[in-house]
């Protein structure tokens, strides 16, 4: 037997992943009783995603998970700081098996936490108007004194919006370097919201792509809906969010994954997590095309011309933006394939740069002028 597809085959088995998952759900509560007997349980804290309504149904994400640390004060070893609260993201102890309610206006759904602590929820809104809506979710322990509530958003999208935008974050929109190796490690470990860096003129191209191209009369269309699809972990959810919003990008739900090990896998499927991502959007809202924006450096491009050739109507274009500059050669590769592709009706787009992709958007009626002089100021050009 080959030692490679036999090793591959029992990573891959549910016996594994079983096996793996129970090993860390014995950990959990041994660290949960621990802290419960010796009095360190920092409190509770509810953390609730971005969500999203379709078909008047809101999708709840949310996590119950132990208080996080407060800070100590700075230390004096260099990106100490940030990488222990990197690390804490991954290691906080959750609670599974919590019974939790969540509230959008008069209308409520109870939902329970699963092994990691998350609870995806379900909530019958009907109809609400286009924009964001606040979402309250409480835990509802018949056991404890105490009740915990963490708030959110869930986006309503507006139904005369002309496109809706689906975005990769890595080395799309933040740079991370995951073709580089060890770089990718090190920004992800050593780096926070306010030090990760953006990839140069994306935030002005996608505000452009919110703004839109106004009428002839001035008049300006419905805003798109925004939605990021990562292979990214739920632990960083509250760092992305900040980086999106300190570097300008538009608000938007965040799909990402739990890296944990489940009675399925030990390990998620990136490539499938954003297949299925990508289905239950169209599912959702299947009028406005999609904007598809993703990088060289992984399967974004496989992904979203899959999803074009399966979707034609429902794609609008798709943009891939080089990753680095390791991913070159595999950039000139898909820009000779994207002569094919259009030619096959299909409008992909192989970018170097967020100006090229600002005009292969223009080309499209997509983004205006503005837009175009926008970007180029952000990547440095002087007027």
Same mark, same amino acid.
């Given at each position: 037997?080959?030692?490679?597809?036999?090793?591959?085959?029992?990573?891959?088995?549910?016996?594994?992943?079983?096996?793996?998952?129970?090993?860390?759900?014995?950990?959990?509560?041994?660290?949960?009783?621990?802290?419960?007997?010796?009095?360190?349980?920092?409190?509770?804290?509810?953390?609730?995603?971005r969500?999203?309504?379709?078909?008047?149904?809101?999708?709840?994400?949310? =996590?119950?998970?132990?208080?996080?640390?407060?800070?100590?004060?700075? $230390?004096?070893?260099? *990106?100490?700081?940030?990488?222990?609260?990197?690390?804490?993201?991954?290691?906080?102890?959750?609670?599974?098996?919590?019974?939790? =309610?969540?509230?959008i206006?008069?209308?409520?759904?109870?939902?329970?936490?699963?092994?990691?602590?998350?609870? !995806?929820?379900?909530?019958?809104?009907?109809?609400?108007?286009?924009?964001?809506?606040?979402?309250?979710?409480?835990?509802?322990?018949?056991?404890?004194?105490?009740?915990?509530?963490?708030?959110?958003?869930?986006?309503?999208?507006?139904k005369?919006?002309?496109?809706?935008?689906?975005? +990769?974050? +890595?080395?799309?929109?933040?740079?991370?370097?995951?073709?580089?190796?060890?770089?990718?490690?090190?920004?992800?470990?050593?780096?926070?919201? *306010?030090?990760?860096?953006?990839?140069?003129?994306m935030? !002005?191209?996608? =505000?452009?792509l919110?703004?839109?191209?106004?009428?002839?009369?001035?008049?300006?269309?419905?805003?798109?809906?925004?939605?990021?699809? !990562?292979?990214? $972990?739920? !632990?960083? *959810?509250?760092?992305?969010?900040?980086?999106?919003?300190?570097?300008?990008?538009p608000?938007?739900?965040?799909?990402?994954?739990?890296?944990?090990?489940?009675?399925?896998?030990?390990?998620?499927?990136?490539?499938?997590?954003? @297949?299925?991502?990508?289905?239950?959007?169209?599912?959702?809202?299947?009028?406005?095309?999609?904007?598809?924006?993703?990088?060289?450096?992984?399967?974004?491009?496989?992904?979203?011309?899959?999803?074009?050739?399966?979707?034609?109507?429902?794609? @609008?274009?798709?943009?891939?933006?080089?990753? $680095?500059?390791?991913?070159?050669?595999?950039?000139?590769?898909l820009? @000779?394939?994207?002569?094919? *592709?259009?030619?096959?009706g299909?409008?992909?787009?192989v970018c170097?740069?967020?100006?090229?992709?600002?005009?292969?958007?223009?080309?499209?009626?997509?983004? +205006?002028?503005?837009?175009?002089?926008?970007?180029?100021?952000?990547l440095?050009?002087?007027?």
């Open positions: 037997m080959d030692p490679k597809k036999w090793l591959n085959d029992l990573v891959r088995s549910p016996d594994t992943a079983r096996t793996v998952a129970g090993w860390e759900d014995r950990y959990t509560d041994h660290r949960r009783n621990s802290k419960l007997e010796e009095g360190t349980l920092r409190g509770v804290q509810v953390a609730v995603h969500g999203w309504v379709a078909d008047g149904i809101a999708r709840v994400h949310a =996590r119950v998970v132990e208080a996080p640390r407060l800070p100590e004060g700075a $230390s004096k070893v260099p *990106y100490w700081d940030v990488l222990n609260a990197n690390l804490r993201r991954h290691a906080r102890l959750s609670f599974p098996d919590v019974a939790v =309610r969540a509230t206006g008069d209308a409520s759904a109870a939902g329970v936490t699963d092994h990691h602590g998350y609870a !995806s929820i379900h909530v019958d809104v009907g109809r609400l108007s286009p924009g964001w809506h606040r979402v309250e979710v409480t835990t509802e322990e018949p056991d404890s004194p105490t009740q915990f509530t963490g708030t959110g958003r869930v986006l309503v999208p507006s005369s919006a002309k496109i809706a935008v689906v975005s +990769d974050i +890595d080395d799309t929109v933040l740079r991370t370097g995951l073709d580089e190796g060890m770089t990718a490690v090190r920004r992800t470990l050593f780096r926070d919201a *306010y030090s990760r860096r953006a990839v140069p003129g935030a !002005s191209l996608y =505000r452009g919110e703004r839109g191209v106004a009428t002839a009369s001035g008049r300006t269309p419905p805003q798109p809906a925004f939605f990021y699809v !990562s292979t990214g $972990s739920w !632990s960083f *959810y509250e760092m992305l969010t900040q980086f999106l919003q300190l570097r300008g990008y608000r938007g739900p965040l799909f990402l994954t739990d890296w944990g090990p489940s009675d399925r896998y030990i390990h998620r499927s990136g490539e499938e997590h954003k @297949k299925l991502a990508l289905t239950r959007l169209v599912e959702a809202y299947p009028k406005p095309p999609f904007v598809l924006i993703g990088d060289s450096g992984q399967k974004d491009p496989d992904i979203y011309l899959e999803f074009a050739r399966t979707h034609p109507k429902a794609t @609008k274009c798709v943009i891939i933006m080089k990753a $680095s500059d390791a991913s070159t050669e595999r950039t000139e590769e820009k @000779k394939a994207a002569i094919s *592709y259009r030619e096959e299909i409008p992909f787009h170097d740069n967020a100006l090229e992709a600002a005009d292969a958007l223009f080309d499209l009626h997509l983004v +205006d002028d503005l837009t175009l002089e926008e970007v180029e100021t952000e440095g050009a002087v007027f």
